[in-house]
């Protein structure tokens, strides 16, 4: 979401979650926000329903330099406080965490799925990497699912 104007999407993000109809609200912060862009994001936190940074966005975002399991679990706890309801923090071949604001549990860690990538591109936003979420009656549960293309990429 952020190759659109950052001003873009959070409004986007206000106008949804406070809706009447409160939208539940994603936001992936790919690609890495600058320093100014992270001070214009944390107020808008409060908005977003599910938020699904890497590492380096949490570290950003959170000030907690995120590079395992633990510390993701720590910002996860950080970003509830600023407001965030449902986290998603992928940790590259570590795997990633997730966490709802709403579950007793806390944070949980799942591996990573070993897969033979063919090409990369656009694999946060389509074909490889979904972002799936369904609800429990617990609360809600976040999963990444890496799909195997049925079709090779053909470039032209």
């Known amino acids: 979401q952020n190759e659109v104007p950052l001003a873009t999407t959070l409004l986007s993000l206000k106008t949804?979650?406070?809706?009447?109809?409160h939208f539940y609200t994603v936001f992936n912060t790919a690609p890495a926000p600058n320093a100014a862009q992270v001070k214009e994001i944390i107020p808008y936190l409060s908005y977003v329903s599910l938020f699904c940074p890497n590492e380096t966005e949490a570290?950003?975002?959170t000030g907690?330099?995120?590079?395992?399991?633990?510390?993701?679990?720590?910002?996860?706890?950080?970003?509830?406080?600023m407001g965030v309801e449902d986290v998603v923090i992928t940790l590259g071949k570590q795997g990633y965490v997730i966490a709802s604001a709403k579950s007793e549990e806390g944070p949980r860690h799942?591996?990573?799925?070993?897969a033979a990538a063919v090409d990369?591109?656009?694999a946060g936003a389509v074909s490889y990497t979904h972002l799936r979420a369904h609800e429990t009656?617990?609360?809600l549960v976040c999963r990444l699912l890496l799909e195997k293309k049925k079709k090779p990429i053909i470039r032209r």
């Open 110 to 114: 799942f591996n990573a799925t070993k």
């Open 16 to 21: 949804a979650h406070s809706s009447p109809f």
């Open 120 to 122: 990369t591109t656009g």
């Open 64 to 81: 907690i330099q995120v590079t395992d399991k633990a510390t993701a679990f720590a910002a996860c706890e950080r970003l509830h406080t």
């Open 137 to 139: 009656p617990e609360h």
């Open 59 to 61: 570290s950003l975002i």
